[in-house]
């Protein structure tokens, strides 16, 4: 049996193209893999653990004390959310993302997220070389991702103006950093754009995409 933690990264339920595509995709998982355990983490249901002060203190703690003797800091206060998030993602064996797409990039709650898991020594380390080295490894991420335009599926350029996809591009190069390799991404555009009638036909298309997706994850 294994362990699917699906992050949820819009508030819209129902109304929301990537939660939607999302649930197309687990009908297609829990019928081709019955026995596995869904994790669904809700980032606009769920209380994420706080990271300020006290959180980032820690952290800074926590690094002197990874470069002094490779020791790590104790899970207690604002530290041990980040702690327990962290080992929830990394028990889990494969994981599902689904996010719309705000002001170009990602909600807020997503990105709360993504800074509770990026720790030095639990999430990534720096070898001799000074390079960056992912910790979460041996298991794929599946990426649901919605836009109300439509966007190249390519990392940014400097020619694209104001209307520039930072949401793929960033939240695939995260997920490198902490380790993912097998990455993939189903992307709904344009939602809102092409007018309802265009969105209707692509939403159907993508949710029978996603539904084989899951079947095959």
């Keep these: ?19 939607r595509a999302a649930e197309a995709f687990l009908a297609g998982y829990r019928q081709h893999y019955p026995q596995d355990e869904i ?10 653990p706080d990271f300020g002060q006290e959180g980032a203190n820690q952290k800074m703690v926590h690094i002197a004390m990874l470069i ?11 530290w041990s959310g980040v702690v327990r998030e962290i080992e929830r993602l990394k028990s889990a064996d494969k994981v599902l993302l689904s996010a719309p797409m705000w002001n170009y990039s990602i909600p807020y709650r997503l990105k709360h997220y993504i800074d509770l898991i990026c720790q030095p020594g639990l999430t990534f380390y720096v070898n001799r070389k000074g390079e960056y080295v992912g910790m979460v ?8 991702l ?3 335009s ?12 104001t209307k520039t996809d930072f949401q793929r591009s960033y939240l695939e190069h995260i997920a490198r950093f902490i380790g993912f390799e097998d990455i993939r991404c189903l992307k709904l555009q344009p ?6 009638d265009l969105a209707r ?7 029978a995409e996603a539904k084989q997706a899951g079947g095959v994850f």
């Design 1 to 19: 049996m294994s362990r699917l933690l699906y992050i949820e990264a819009s508030p819209r339920e129902e109304k929301s193209y990537s939660s």
């Design 39 to 48: 994790d669904h983490l809700h980032l606009f249901r769920d209380e994420l």
């Design 68 to 78: 002094a003797d490779g020791s790590s800091l104790e899970a207690t206060g604002q």
């Design 137 to 144: 490894t041996g298991k794929p991420l599946q990426l649901i």
């Design 146 to 148: 919605s836009s109300g």
């Design 150 to 161: 439509e966007y190249a599926l390519r990392f940014p350029q400097e020619g694209d103006g």
């Design 191 to 196: 939602t809102e754009a092409a007018g309802e």
């Design 201 to 207: 036909v692509m939403l159907e298309e993508k949710l």
